[in-house]
Nanobody, 128 residues
């Protein structure tokens, strides 16, 4: 089992940047593919970005492609989400989530139901 803790959220003006971090404990991060998902006010939780355990592949929602970058440092047990050119519609609680790759199933990174463990979330608010 792994515990996930997000940090780095806050209030930023439109056009600004934030970097979110997700630190894992309890089990090595390399056992997991990782994702960031978000839930805006009055909205369902949606996929933002995902990265495979080896960082060979990354995936992005169309709404953030070209603005957000997901990365990971397995030695530090940390996953990052660099968010640039932020827009008011990016306002949401951002969640880090982990998929245990030893399950052997296809990693449906875009689906919240695919993930096994979640952090508590960090609030990102973008003002216009």
């Amino acid at each position: 089992q792994v515990q996930l803790v997000e940090s780095g959220g806050g209030l930023v003006q439109a056009g600004g940047s934030l970097r979110l971090s997700c630190t894992a404990s309890g089990r090595t991060l390399s056992s997991y593919h990782m994702g960031w998902l978000r839930q805006g006010p009055g909205k369902e939780r949606e996929f933002v970005a995902a990265i495979l355990w080896s960082a060979d592949n990354t995936y992005y929602a169309d709404s953030v492609k070209g603005r957000f970058i997901i990365s990971r440092d397995n030695a530090k047990n940390t996953v990052y989400l660099q968010m640039n050119s932020l827009k008011p519609e990016d306002t949401a609680v951002y969640y880090c989530a982990a998929y245990l790759r030893s399950k052997g199933y296809s990693f449906r990174y875009y689906s919240q139901s695919a993930y096994d463990y979640w952090g508590q979330g960090t609030q990102v608010t973008v003002s216009s």
